[in-house]
């Protein structure tokens, strides 16, 4: 391979990596609206499916909203039955969030299309290719986990 077909494929890898992140973005943004929720709204319940609970200060945190609008973003979650409030046993004063037990499944029905479509376009991969593929986005995940720390840090 010469270095112009090397350069080639570099710039159109990454293309299709920006590519693919708008429009992740995108279907993110169009589920968000067909739920009748906003992205940060979807955002918390990812988180939470993640990590199984956490405080409305952790959840501020993750999203960026302000104690206030965490906590209407919480009382709409909570209203729609998607989370609840747990006193925590750490803390007397404080309160964990959580998904809402049947909540996993009313989301899942959300994405079922998606993984489907999934499934099918990630079986016409060999072992081989699946390797490379898995490598790909690792790499790609740990390199905007790292930027983004170096941004927050600023």
């Known amino acids: 391979m010469n270095n112009t077909t090397k ?3 570099k710039k ?3 293309m299709a990596v920006r590519d693919y992140g708008v429009n992740l973005t995108h279907f993110r943004n169009a589920m968000s609206e067909w739920a009748g929720f906003n992205a940060t ?3 918390c319940l990812r988180l ?3 990590k199984g609970t956490a405080t409305p200060t952790e959840l501020a945190r993750h999203t960026g909203l302000t104690s206030g609008a965490t906590t209407a973003m919480l009382d709409r979650l909570e209203k729609a039955g998607l989370i609840e ?3 925590n046993p ?3 004063r404080g309160t964990l969030v959580a998904p809402e037990k049947s909540s996993s499944e009313k ?3 959300w994405f079922e299309s998606a993984r489907n479509a999934q499934d099918k376009l990630i079986s016409n991969y060999s072992e081989s290719e699946l390797e490379i593929i898995a490598d790909v986005f690792e790499r790609f995940a740990k390199l905007w986990d790292d930027e983004r720390k170096k941004v927050q840090k600023e």
């Open 41 to 43: 709204d979807m955002e």
């Open 85 to 87: 409030r747990r006193p």
């Open 90 to 92: 750490n803390d007397r």
């Open 107 to 109: 989301m899942a029905s």
């Open 12 to 14: 159109r890898a990454l």
């Open 7 to 9: 350069t080639e494929l």
């Open 48 to 50: 939470l499916f993640l």
